[in-house]
């Protein structure tokens, strides 16, 4: 089983960056296509960016040219880098993968989410 834990967010100014980083307990090499999802209150839970086990990727329109996303399979860790912050990113982020499409929220690990806001 392979358990997921995010870490790197906070509190940042608009313009300013933030880097997450989703550490697994497993070999995150076993999970074909994993993502950053994020929920702002009152929003519906989104997928962000994805990324699989070969390294290619999909960015949301809303964060692409501001928010990279990477792996690490060697230190079972994914990350996301995030710059340019706007208030509008602001969301609890979830690191998760496993499922059949990523582009669902039935996917088969979740961690436990990391707080991102922006101020403006």
């Known amino acids: 089983q392979v358990q997921l834990v995010e870490s790197g967010g906070g509190l940042v100014q608009a313009g300013g960056s933030l880097r997450l980083s989703c550490a697994a307990s497993g070999s995150i090499a076993r999970i074909n296509v994993m993502g950053w999802y994020r929920q702002a209150p009152g929003k519906q839970r989104e997928l962000v960016a994805a990324?699989?086990?070969?390294?290619?990727?999909n960015i949301a329109d809303s964060v692409k040219g501001r928010f990279t996303i990477s792996r690490d399979n060697a230190k079972n860790t994914m990350y996301l880098q995030m710059n340019s912050l706007k208030p509008e990113d602001t969301a609890v982020y979830y690191c998760?993968?496993?499922?059949?499409?990523?582009?669902?929220?039935?996917?088969?690990?979740w961690g436990q989410g990391t707080q991102v806001t922006v101020s403006s």
């Open positions: 998760a993968g496993g499922g059949l499409n990523i582009l669902t929220m039935n996917q088969q690990y």
């Open positions: 990324i699989s086990t070969s390294g290619f990727t």
